[in-house]
């Protein structure tokens, strides 16, 4: 699956992708140099090789790579990014997708496309100014990509856990009947008494319900070890796609690993027994997971 972050110098591409996949704070990117011609990077979701390219947004590189369209061909995701903080250049921005537009059209590709109104925070700026900049951008941009399979978000890297959930549902958006087994599973959640961690293999985080367990998409660092070497574990000595892994210690505490189908783990984490109710939930959700796998290896094959 290849995705293209496109937009102009300064919009925040570079940022989005280090806070959503790379596991970096905010704070982090206020260092970032401009992006020299493009940069990709892989990412693997679901156990799908995701490619994602940054296109540098300074006037010389957009030139120079304007005039390769091959560069931009088999995208299956465009995202073209606005800064919401710098008003005085949406019209540059503008002409700037619609070039990119032409150049498909030129390949005969269509890919589906998320505009990122981005930079939706008052770090630094006015909440005045932003809600003018949000409504003027909407009028700017909207109807530009009508005949698109399309869709808008407000984003910013200062809501780091909303940030990777737009992104979540960007990367599902490439299998037809995720997006419901993730909604329900979200719901599903809230109702457990106990810490659920649903993440695949690689320690991308689907859905959580608990605080402070992921920086952007990535799962912390000691979860995301041991669900690898549980995976080891069911890959090398079960030897089969899917396995259950527990440990509890003194005062009750318990850990309880399930994987299915060498994609997706479901961790469990409790302080005592369930009751009946949220046991109940918690078996459904799990069967929900299995067939969520199941449907992530049937897309794979297809
Ligand atoms: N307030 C705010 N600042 C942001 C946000 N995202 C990025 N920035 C800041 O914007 C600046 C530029 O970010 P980059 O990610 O380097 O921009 P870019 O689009 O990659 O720029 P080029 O590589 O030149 O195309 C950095 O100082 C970031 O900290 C955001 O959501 N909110
Ligand atoms: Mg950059």
Redesign the pocket.
């Known amino acids: 699956m290849k995705i293209s972050l496109v937009?102009?110098?300064?919009?925040?591409?570079?940022?989005?992708y280090?806070v959503a996949f790379a596991a970096k704070s905010?704070e982090d990117?206020?260092g970032?140099?401009?992006?020299i011609l493009y940069e990709t990077r892989r990412h693997p979701f679901l156990g799908l090789q995701v490619g994602i390219f940054?296109?540098?947004?300074?006037e010389q590189f957009r030139k120079e790579y304007m005039e390769k369209p091959e560069i931009f061909r088999g995208t299956d995701i465009l995202i073209p990014?606005v800064?919401l903080?710098d008003p005085s250049n949406f019209k540059q921005a503008k002409d700037y997708f619609i070039d990119l537009l032409d150049l498909y059209r030129k390949n005969n590709e269509k890919p589906k496309i998320f505009l990122f109104l981005?930079?939706?925070?008052t770090?630094?700026?006015q909440k005045e100014l932003l809600d003018t900049n949000v409504k003027n951008a909407k009028d700017l941009f909207l109807d530009l990509f009508k005949d698109y399979d399309f869709d808008f978000m407000l984003?910013?890297?200062?809501e780091q856990d909303k940030l990777a959930k737009v992104f979540r549902d960007v990367l599902i958006s490439q299998y037809a009947e995720l997006k419901d087994h993730v909604e329900k599973a979200e719901k599903q959640l809230d109702e457990i008494k106990a810490k659920v961690i649903i993440a695949d293999i690689s320690g991308n985080v689907i859905v959580h319900n608990v605080q402070g367990v992921s920086s952007g998409l990535t799962l912390r660092g000691d979860l995301r070890d041991f669900i690898n070497a549980c995976n080891t574990v069911r890959e090398n000595i079960f030897m089969s796609d899917s396995a259950r892994f527990s440990g509890r210690d003194a005062d009750g505490k318990e850990i309880e690993l399930h994987i299915f189908k060498y994609i997706i783990s479901v961790l469990v984490m409790k302080s005592g027994d369930l009751n009946r109710d949220s046991q109940d939930k918690l078996n459904m959700l799990l069967n929900d997971m299995k067939l969520f796998a199941d449907l992530i290896i049937s897309a794979h094959t297809d």
């Open positions: 937009g102009l110098s300064g919009c925040g591409k570079t940022s989005v280090s905010p990117t206020k970032l140099s401009p992006t940054d296109f540098g947004g300074q990014i800064d903080h981005h930079k939706y925070d770090e630094n700026y984003t910013s890297i200062y």
